[in-house]
C-alpha cells in the first residue's frame, strides 16, 4: 500500500517565524511531489510542486525535496495569520496520493 | 487563470434519488479527476479521465459513474443516493500526463438525507 504521511497537527507557529511542514512517502518511484494549501471549508489550492532534489523557492515558500530520504518538506517564512490552513502533500508515481495534511495555525 | 466550475455548491437529496454532479474547465486540460472528501480520511480519488470518453476507475469507484462526452466536461454520477455517500466532491484538471499537477473546482456539498 503506497502511502503519504503527515503529522495531522494543529502545528502553531509565531507570526513572522519559519513554519516547517514536511511529508513522508513510501513509494520510491514517485516522482513529483506538490504542496497545496486548504482553507477552512474552501478547495485545495496548489501552492509549490517539485520534481528534482533540492530546494525550490517560489515567493516565502520553499519546497525540499529528498528522494534518498523519501520526504519532502514545506517552509513558510515570515508567517502571516492568512498562512493558516490544512498544508496537503501529493505525491505522483503510477497514481496520485494524497496526505491527509498539516493544520497550520500562525498565531498573531 | 485555471477554471474549474462545478454545478452546484450545495445540494442535499434523498436516498434513492439519481444525483447528477456536473465539472467543467476552461483550460482545454487532457485529465480530469472526481474526488471525496471527508473528515479523517482526506481526498480520495473516484474516477479519472485521460480523455474525451475515457474513464478509469479511483480508489473508491463503487456506487458512482461517470461521463466525459466533451473534453471540458466531466461528470459524476451517483446512481441511488445512499447516506453513506454524504460528503465534499472535489473535481480537478490537469495538464496530460500522471505527473502534474491539479486544479480544483471550489466542490459541491452534498447531503443524502
Known amino acids: 500500500q503506497k502511502e503519504v504521511e503527515q503529522n495531522s497537527g494543529p502545528l502553531s507557529v509565531p507570526e513572522g517565524a519559519i513554519a516547517s511542514l514536511n511529508c513522508t512517502y513510501s513509494?520510491?518511484?514517485?516522482?513529483?511531489f506538490f504542496w497545496y494549501r486548504q482553507y477552512s471549508g474552501k478547495s485545495p489550492e496548489l501552492i509549490m510542486f517539485?520534481?528534482?532534489?533540492g530546494d525550490k523557492e517560489d515567493g516565502r515558500f520553499t519546497a525540499q525535496l529528498n528522494k534518498a530520504s523519501q520526504y519532502v518538506s514545506l517552509l513558510i517564512r515570515d508567517s502571516q495569520p492568512s498562512d493558516s490552513a490544512t498544508y496537503l502533500c501529493?505525491?505522483?508515481?503510477?497514481?496520485?496520493?494524497f496526505g491527509k495534511g498539516t493544520r497550520l495555525h500562525i498565531l498573531p | 487563470d485555471v477554471k474549474v466550475t462545478q454545478s452546484s455548491r450545495y445540494l442535499v437529496k434523498r436516498t434513492g434519488e439519481k444525483v447528477f454532479l456536473e465539472c467543467v474547465q476552461d483550460?482545454?486540460?487532457?485529465?480530469m479527476f472526481w474526488y471525496r472528501q471527508d473528515p479523517g480520511l482526506g481526498l480520495r480519488l473516484i474516477y479519472f479521465?485521460?480523455?474525451?470518453?475515457?474513464?478509469e476507475k479511483g480508489d473508491i469507484p463503487e456506487g458512482y459513474s461517470v461521463s466525459r462526452e466533451k473534453k471540458e466536461r466531466f461528470s459524476l454520477i451517483l446512481e441511488s443516493a445512499s447516506t453513506n455517500q454524504t460528503s465534499m466532491y472535489l473535481c480537478?484538471?490537469?495538464?496530460?500526463?500522471?505527473?502534474?499537477?491539479?486544479?480544483f473546482g471550489p466542490g459541491t456539498r452534498l447531503t443524502v438525507t
Open positions: 517539485i520534481y528534482s532534489n
Open positions: 513509494d520510491r518511484g514517485s516522482q513529483s
Open positions: 479521465s485521460y480523455d474525451v470518453k475515457m474513464k
Open positions: 480537478a484538471s490537469g495538464p496530460p500526463g500522471h505527473y502534474y499537477e491539479q486544479y
Open positions: 483550460m482545454d486540460h487532457e485529465n
Open positions: 501529493a505525491v505522483t508515481g503510477d497514481k496520485i496520493i
